[in-house]
């Protein structure tokens, strides 16, 4: 057995005196028993007597226990499961109060059972989880524990986390559940379970916690091409940032304005989405996951484009007489939108022919009134008294749709033309004067009486 003895007299706070073990490699349960001892005549505790575990060399990390007085000689456990083949060894530490007496350790035994008074942990096993997740290690133990014994997760450069449930199975057996909640990669590193009773400690070996964060591509998904209602594109997903593997691809598009939308699940590099509104802005992005619980990472990096004009789905309808002039004729018609003309950009044209002077005259204008509730047109400079031959002509940038044709006359204009003079003969009898000539080349209307 080692035996230390540290006389405080005279030292000031903080001082320190450390005794060490050997290397100790745990093949099976075994226990250290001590014996120990911190005293002073004035009732002011002398110093603090720490023990720390240290693994393979590793850093000291925190104690794994302590005390500051105890006026009588005490008898401590380590139980201690550290498992083959990693080797550990035991430091105890004084540190000096400034107050004098002494503190002791004397009867230092490595056992080949396992300890009395403290639980003897299982191996402890490693945790992954995606970032944000909460982290659960299970901490296995032989032997009892009651509600005054401390149960915590040590952390080596990590926060210690808190016990979040324990069940017990009998006397022997016993599972500590601790959670590191909202794991970020500041949290990865190793922890170990750990219980304080009163006859002593029991630590566990170290896990590691990994913290994985999710993936999220570098760059948005390229475009290979483009139709009214689908878009082919490249998911250009495989540079990421964040952890892998890969196990999930989708991609999420949405409309530029407004809140529509999707998300579809993708098994190639390549993929069309259809079903889409022709002539829209979308904002396409693509979302890889990887294994476990909070796997999928953001959206990467969105693809801006918009879908092409379709073909209007028709003409316009229900085309109508408002009013009727003898020079001009007032139309109107069912008012449309985006659901028949297929794009933004359209324009809505007034087709008419007409006979004049024996040619057909074909003319066309452009209607400004479509976004009108009431639309209408007004065709002017006809000629009274004709025959007009009018349709709408709905066109986009990828095709055109026409209404039914609608046939007016225009109404008479009632003015005097002269009867052409070269045309007028007469036929002279004996108490007559027969007279003949041609109609006007213009009447722009019925002619129902000639005077003489």
Not at 260 to 265: K, L, N, V
Not at 409 to 425: C, G, K, R
């Given at each position: ?28 349960t ?17 110093g ?38 990693n ?76 016990l ?8 022997r ?86 809140s ?6 993708v ?42 004009c ?19 004729i007032?139309?109107?018609w ?56 009018i ?40 108490e ?21």
């Open positions: 057995g080692s035996f230390m003895l540290v006389n405080t007299s005279g030292r000031f706070a903080g001082q320190k005196a450390h005794l060490l073990l050997p290397h100790l490699k745990e093949n099976d075994h226990c250290i028993d001590f014996h120990y001892y911190v005293s002073s005549k004035s009732g002011s505790s002398p603090t007597l720490n023990i720390y575990v240290k693994v393979n060399d590793g850093p000291i990390g925190n104690p794994v226990w302590n005390t500051s007085i105890t006026a009588t000689w005490n008898r401590a456990e380590l139980a201690i499961s550290t498992f083959w083949p080797f550990y060894q035991v430091v105890f530490e004084v540190v000096t109060s400034g107050h004098p007496g002494y503190v002791a350790i004397d009867e230092v035994k490595v056992l080949g059972h396992p300890c009395t008074k403290t639980p003897h942990f299982l191996r402890l096993q490693s945790v992954e989880v995606n970032a944000g997740q909460f982290a659960t290690f299970q901490c296995t133990a032989n032997g009892g524990t009651d509600s005054s014994d401390r149960l915590w997760l040590q952390g080596i450069y990590v926060r210690d986390a808190p979040k449930d324990i069940k017990i199975f009998n006397f057996r016993f599972v500590a559940l601790f959670s590191v909640v909202n794991a970020t990669k500041r949290d990865a590193g190793n922890y170990r379970c750990m219980i304080r009773t009163e006859g002593g400690v029991g630590v566990s070996n170290y896990a590691e916690l990994i913290v994985k964060e999710p993936p999220v591509p570098i760059a948005p998904p390229q475009l290979s091409s483009v139709g009214a209602t689908y878009l082919w594109i490249q998911l250009n997903a495989n540079s990421i940032n964040g952890d892998g593997p890969i196990i999930q691809r989708e991609v999420e598009y949405r409309t530029a304005s407004g529509w939308y999707d998300i579809q699940p098994d190639s590099t390549s993929y069309k989405i259809g079903h889409l509104d022709p002539d829209t802005e979308y904002e396409i992005s693509v979302l890889l996951t990887r294994p476990g619980e909070g796997g999928t990472g953001s959206p990467g990096p969105a693809l801006k484009t918009r879908t092409k379709a073909d209007p789905m028709r003409g316009p309808r229900k085309l109508e007489v408002v009013e009727i002039k003898s020079r001009q007032t139309i109107c069912e008012p449309f939108g985006y659901n028949v003309t297929r794009c933004h950009r359209y324009n809505l044209t007034v087709h008419y022919r007409y006979q004049a002077g024996g040619q057909e005259q074909v003319r066309e204008e452009v209607s400004w009134d479509t976004e009108s509730s009431h639309p209408q047109h007004t065709i002017t400079n006809l000629s009274p008294y004709t025959n007009v031959s349709k709408l002509v709905l066109m986009n940038p990828e095709g055109r749709k026409e209404s039914q044709e609608l046939v007016v006359q225009t109404d008479e204009e009632f003015e005097f033309f002269a009867v052409p003079l070269e045309s007028i003969q007469g036929s002279t009898f004996e007559k004067i027969f007279l003949q000539w041609r109609e006007p080349a213009q009447t722009y209307g019925v002619i129902t009486l000639y005077e003489v």
